[in-house]
């Protein structure tokens, strides 16, 4: 294989691992390239870079890796597709791509008019943009992010959009004498600033606040001015426009039905997977394998039952209805860390609580035995031990059912009441009194030796336990009941 065609292999590294599922095929790319040039780790070239927009790989392309993927496009191998740019200038700094690569070892999709695209550089990176320029930052400059601010937001919500001014010069501080509404705004947006003037040395970054609270319903438009002693560009100005909505509700008493029937489904649907799981690692817990066949079985034959009650053949009280989660209360995604899911249907919603619900259960997987899935427990506990696992897991598990029942009942009521209360405050008593019994049951246990979890910490909490069971019911009922 040729110098330029191990070249090849690296720099189409990131373009290749979104062909055909080869993420995996990543290190046989980097050995033919540090084997043919004897490149180790932590030299200039040996990233992922060198294509694409973020250092270390993945999403966007910068214009050189961009270049290379619509050779591939075009149905050529890889190595063709690297050698039909070899002799292009993806960057247009006025040297060719292979002369960049191998004489000058910098960067072919990068130049001083474009390096702002890379994301989380190399501490060195002005010194690969161009050949032969140290650095393609201006002396004194002043730059933001974002560049433009947009607000989409539900009224009576309050949302902030932080603005980062940033020295990007090479040698000298900046001065930010004024950040404004140029020409004023509508009193609904706003801006919160640090004292003025904001001195920002070399690197320097400080923060300001764009808020939108709107009462009506509207859109708005405005531009952030930001006033500095950059010399070139003595006033940036940010485009920033707002809308703001009302969300479209279905009648109480529809929710209310509906979201019965749906708290009714999750919690027994709750109960066969934390039941299941805890199971799994108690035998564990004690030298037995679990038996996976019989826990994948029950939960999921639990998950078809939800998906057949909550948007499935079954759903007689709210997709018959023609409710969705948005009529329902709900945001446009489930929550973190399942904010992929859309609940733009009531079938999302069932996804969206078989996720929130695996979540729950790792949460509580390693509050009380301290691991969580897909690890099952390392050791094998004593008799004594074994058993104060035993019982503060079966606490534990009871309790999240409680307290999800006490909370998901608080939130049916809140529907359709003209008073609307915090649930968490309101019913503070029960709560405590359901957290309180899973941190006494581990306070009876005589013999700790080899238990973990969250009683185990570096840092112990005596009320960890509880206030685990509690943290996963309010998620849960959350992710049945959205924000109403």
């Given amino acids: 294989m040729s110098g330029r065609s191990a070249l090849s292999f690296l720099s189409i590294l990131a373009v290749a691992v979104s062909f055909a599922g080869m993420a ?102 002005q010194s690969l943009i161009e050949p032969g320029v140290p650095t393609c930052l201006d002396p004194k400059d002043l730059d933001v992010s974002p560049t433009i601010a947009a607000f989409v937001t539900e009224v009576g919500e309050l949302e902030i959009i932080p603005l980062d001014l940033i020295n990007n010069g090479s040698d000298d501080p900046i001065s930010v004498t004024n950040v404004e509404f140029f020409g004023g705004a509508d009193p609904a947006l706003g801006l919160s600033v640090p004292p003025l003037p904001i001195a920002l040395p070399v690197g320097a970054t400080s923060t300001v606040d764009i808020t939108f609270a709107p009462l009506v319903s509207t859109t708005l438009m405005a531009t952030v001015r930001v006033t500095s002693d950059d010399p070139d560009e003595p006033t940036i100005d940010i485009p920033l426009t707002a ?93 973190a860390p399942c904010d992929a899911i859309p609940l733009t249907s009531m079938s999302g919603l069932a996804e ?50 409680k307290v999800q029942k006490i909370l998901g009942a608080c939130a049916l009521d809140n529907i359709t009441s003209g008073a609307p209360v915090d649930c968490a405050s309101a019913f503070a008593g029960d709560i405590t009194k359901e957290t309180d019994k899973i941190d006494k049951r581990f306070d009876k246990c005589s013999d700790t030796t080899g238990m973990q979890g969250c009683r185990f910490d570096e840092t112990p909490d005596p009320l960890c336990l509880g206030n685990a069971a509690l943290a996963v019911s309010s998620d849960m009922v959350d992710a049945i009941y959205g924000e109403q």
């Fill in 352 to 401: 969206c609580i078989i996720c929130s619900q695996e979540t729950a259960t790792n949460a509580v997987l390693q509050a009380t035995i301290g691991s969580q899935p897909p690890d099952v427990p390392g050791t094998v506990l004593a008799s004594s031990p074994n058993a104060c696992t035993r019982r503060v897991q079966r606490a534990a598990e009871a309790g999240v059912k």
């Fill in 243 to 335: 809308f703001s909505f009302v969300r479209p509700l279905a009648p109480a008493e529809e929710r209310a039905s509906c979201l019965k029937e749906v708290d009714r489904r999750t919690q027994r649907f709750s109960r066969t997977h934390l039941r299941e799981w805890g199971r799994c690692f108690l035998d564990e817990l004690r030298g037995v394998a679990c038996d996976t066949g019989r826990r994948d079985l029950k939960i999921g034959a639990a998950e078809e039952k939800l998906r057949d009650a909550i948007g499935g053949d079954k759903d007689k009280k709210c997709a018959d209805d023609g409710l969705t989660p948005l009529l329902l209360g709900h945001e446009s995604t489930c929550a």
């Fill in 24 to 125: 995996q095929a990543r290190p046989l790319y980097f050995d033919n390239f540090t084997g043919l040039y004897g490149l180790i780790e932590g030299d200039d070239l040996y990233a992922c870079g060198v294509c694409h927009r973020r250092w270390e790989g993945t999403g966007g392309r910068n214009p050189y890796g961009s270049a290379i993927e619509q050779q591939l496009y075009l149905g050529k191998p890889i190595l063709d597709a690297i050698m039909a740019v070899e002799n292009e200038d993806t960057d247009l700094d006025g040297t060719l791509n292979i002369d960049e690569l191998l004489t000058f070892a910098t960067l072919p999709g990068y130049s001083c008019d474009n390096f702002g695209l890379v994301i989380d550089p190399p501490a060195n990176f």
